[in-house]
């Protein structure tokens, strides 16, 4: 079992910036990708960016240029920065653990950006 818990969330004006955290506990040698998605209510939740055990990172076509994704192995902790934030990037943020059998999500952050 792999326990996610995410921070950092909060508003912010538009322009402005946020860093999410996403702390992992139990199995966490078990873990291969990690990746931040998204989700607006009555939409489907969306991946933003995704970075492998390896470091190979990827990016939706809508964080790139802006957000930046990374992890401490060390501290079992996700993050991303997030900068030159928009209305449309209001959603709740979801961290997500991927191992060999099995996947994990945490409970979400919300980020409101307000214009």
């Known amino acids: 079992q792999v326990q996610l818990v995410e921070s950092g969330g909060g508003l912010v004006q538009a322009g402005g910036s946020l860093r999410l955290s996403c702390v992992a506990s139990?199995?966490?040698?078990?873990?291969?990708?990690m990746n931040w998605y998204r989700q607006v209510p009555g939409k489907q939740r969306e991946l933003v960016a995704g970075?492998?055990?390896?470091?190979?990172?990827t990016y939706a076509d809508s964080a790139k240029g802006r957000f930046t994704i990374s992890r401490d192995n060390a501290k079992a902790t996700l993050y991303l920065q997030m900068n030159s934030l928009k209305p449309e990037d209001t959603a709740i943020y979801y961290c997500?653990?991927?191992?060999?059998?099995?996947?994990?999500w945490g409970q979400g952050t919300q980020v409101t950006v307000s214009s």
């Open positions: 139990g199995r966490i040698f078990d873990v291969n990708d």
């Open positions: 997500y653990a991927r191992t060999d059998y099995a996947a994990y």
């Open positions: 970075i492998s055990i390896s470091g190979t990172i």
